[in-house]
């Protein structure tokens, strides 16, 4: 309840900082309702309940705040506050393009280059990379560590009988890392791989991770992958699918069964879609990309992911909510 009550005060000044800039919230039409703060707070107590399980149950490490300390910490809480200002005078002006027009995008695909979420430099700066983790567990109140730490379930269960010695999983779009640092301390011998599109956001990840084993670090396109076929037991995306474009997301799937060896492990935890929750959870789905630059959220909310991950070779083994995320366990078919 600590981190609870600490990214919501975080988040308090954060909309002060953005009411202060300039930011007015966009009015929700009557027919678009969301639940009342009361069940969002009781889902997000939920969810923290079932992380603590996962401690319990010894799938999950205690703790897990990255290193760094409470210094780096605040620096990056307060860097974050300064950053609002510009964020809202992108927001406003519905400009997109500063990763585009000041940094070097060469290699890169163009739906990449934007400015997710308004923010500065998009995925391409250091200092997106820098406030990213602080910006979305504020965001979310503290709960996107526990969101993506639901992964870490489907891997024990595939894991009970395996030396993690000989296991490889690979993070796709790895970002920062968090998500692999919660896998090493988990799981100290196994063979761990992360790949992300961002050199910045790769350099924020080895930081993170730096005082553990280490980690093969791939700056990548997850379209192409260069690793081997079924070379991986397991491959993980964690809030990757949403920021694609529809023809991509199908391709990353296509890749995602080439990587992992018949009969292995893929986990998936993104956004809600539409119909997930029912209660009012779709009113949270149609405002986020009113709020933030997010120029694929609204297909992916509708899209088909069921289906585009079967014909891939992924077939379905449990699907849950967790809060507002979801996630997805496939193994690949053994005769692909």
Known sequence: M??????????????RAARQAGYRPVSRPADRPVPDRDTVMADIIDLFRRDAELVRSGVA????EPAGGLR???GRLRAMLDDIPSTIERQTARRVDTASTSLDTSGLPNYFTQDFHFQTGG?????????YDVQVETLFRGSAFAMRRQALAPIADFMRGRDQRDVRLLDVACGTGRFLREVRRAYPAMQLAGLDLSRPYLSE????????RGVQWIEGNAEAVPLADASQDIVTSIYLFHEL??????TVAAEIARLLKPGGLFVFIDSLQRGDRSGGWDGFLDGFPERFHEPYFRHYTIDDLDNAFTAAGLHAVATWPAFLSKVMVRRKQMNA
Request: cysteine-free.
């Open 2 to 15: 600590v981190r609870l009550g600490w990214y919501t005060a975080m988040g308090l000044l954060a909309d």
């Open 61 to 64: 490490a205690l703790g897990g």
């Open 72 to 74: 780096d910490h605040f």
């Open 123 to 131: 995925y391409l700066s250091d200092q997106s990379a820098r406030l």
């Open 205 to 212: 990840a080895e930081l993170h991770l730096s005082n553990l």
């Open 245 to 250: 474009p529809p023809d991509v997301r199908r």
